[in-house]
Nanobody, 123 residues
Framework: QEHLVESGGGLVQTGGSMRLSCTVF????????TGWFRQAPGKEREFVAA????????FYPDSLKGRFTASRDKSKNTAYLQMNSLSPEDTAVYYC????????????????WGQGTQVTVSS
């Protein structure tokens, strides 16, 4: 089973930027994409972004398109989430996850999950 390790979370001011990293140890060719989700207290898990490993195709919800950007470095087996123009509404635990295929916008598509990293945006 793949082991996902996230980093890059922390405290940032409103309007600031932050980049999260997700290293996929033991990634196989069956893993076609890495997704990003977030969950705030009392809220459902929300799709943030996804990127395929082979072609680098990206997916975003309309609400975040243009502000969040997913990327990946195949040689490092690492996916990144660049977050810009952050606001307190972005405060949540952010998770990366890998999938062997399916609808990248759905959490149930994903097989393995990272430990989560807290992102707190101060007002």
């Amino acid at each position: 089973q793949e082991h996902l390790v996230e980093s890059g979370g922390g405290l940032v001011q409103t309007g600031g930027s932050m980049r999260l990293s997700c290293t996929v140890f033991g990634r196989t060719l069956s893993t076609v994409a890495t997704g990003w989700f977030r969950q705030a207290p009392g809220k459902e898990r929300e799709f943030v972004a996804a990127i395929t490993w082979s072609g680098g195709n990206t997916f975003y919800p309309d609400s975040l398109k243009g502000r969040f950007t997913a990327s990946r470095d195949k040689s490092k087996n690492t996916a990144y989430l660049q977050m810009n123009s952050l606001s307190p509404e972005d405060t949540a635990v952010y998770y990366c996850a890998t999938t062997k295929g399916g609808n990248a916008r759905l959490a149930r598509t994903y097989d393995n999950w990272g430990q989560g990293t807290q992102v707190t945006v101060s007002s």
